[in-house]
């Protein structure tokens, strides 16, 4: 198994096989070549609804993902440990989804009304995750009333694992193999949104990335 991962850190950093320390893949333009080297075609990558190469070698960086290839069946595979997070609203009737994403490029990526959902990084937990994920994604329409930025969540239900896999939309040719870590949560900071009644909100962050979300009946 030819793993990937990264050595060292910034924009510089650069990727090992996991399983032959002598050979060194670099920065995205050698990932770029490794992936053509396994017959994975980039055209496509950052088009359309596509990310990047780059956007790839991030999160690799970052520990949001792992990539490696399995000469038997001459498949590169991704690995992700994810968490979807039904946020339910005060009502308990509606759930939250992700209805489109706006790139900074301008491109909009439509999210087929997806619960919220966020990478989880290297080995962090699920609470830790849950955390992160609700102050990265819902952030700017997030109510914190105190110093320490308590976006008052509140579990409604046991953490449900399981494990999906599928051709990747994101990444064209690659095989994803994801780990799901499902929770159920009320936000008490996400107002005057929590109602829950239908209207839909839209959440933006620094680096230009903006979400629409809107509140779907609940699935029984």
Known sequence: ????????????????????????????????AWLAQRNIDISAYGKNSAKSVEDLAREIQYQESSVSYDAKHKRVTRRVRVLSVIVE???????????????????????????LSEKMVGDENVQQ?????????????????DDDGDARITLTGKPVESTETRESHSYPGIHCEYNVVTVTARIGALVPFSAGDG??????????????????????
């Open 89 to 115: 609203s005060e009502s308990t009737q509606t759930t939250l989804a992700e209805a489109c994403q706006f790139l900074p490029d301008g491109r909009r990526r439509e999210r087929g009304n997806l619960p």
């Open 129 to 145: 995750a849950l955390e992160r994920a609700v102050k990265e994604e819902l952030g700017s329409a997030l109510s914190l009333e």
């Open 1 to 32: 198994m030819d793993s990937y991962n990264l050595s060292g850190g910034g924009a510089a950093a650069a990727f090992f096989p996991g399983s032959s320390g002598d050979a060194q893949v670099g920065d995205a333009a050698q990932l770029s």
């Open 199 to 220: 209207q839909a909100f839209e959440t933006s962050e620094a680096n230009g990335h903006r979400t629409q979300w809107i509140w779907i009946p609940k699935a029984m």
